[in-house]
């Protein structure tokens, strides 16, 4: 566990870290503009697609953008 995690883990209850609250936002699913490209995720993966651990990077305009355009359709249409 990472320092800053433990120490914010060690000085709360563990109690405070059993629930996970969604809340809405009001920028729905148009999340682009809300980091820079590539994003640290990608940054990450690449290099792990360089050491072999992983085949293949998950990018944001491939994977991610799609997927929220579909779920942002579907609230559109209220299913």
């Given at each position: 566990?990472?320092?800053?995690?433990?120490?914010?883990?060690?000085?709360?209850?563990?109690?405070?870290?059993?629930?996970?609250?969604?809340?809405?936002?009001?920028y729905g699913l148009d999340?682009?503009h809300r980091f820079r490209?590539?994003?640290?995720?990608?940054?990450?993966?690449?290099?792990?697609?360089?050491?072999?651990?992983?085949?293949?990077?998950?990018?944001?305009?491939?994977?991610?953008?799609?997927?929220?355009?579909?779920?942002?359709?579907?609230?559109?249409?209220?299913?």
């Open positions: 566990m990472r320092r800053l995690d433990r120490d914010c883990f060690e000085a709360r209850n563990a109690q405070a870290f059993r629930v996970e609250c969604l809340r809405p936002v009001r999340i682009g490209h590539p994003s640290v995720y990608e940054l990450y993966g690449e290099k792990q697609v360089a050491a072999g651990i992983y085949n293949e990077v998950i990018r944001f305009r491939e994977h991610i953008a799609p997927l929220a355009a579909h779920l942002d359709l579907r609230i559109a249409a209220g299913s």
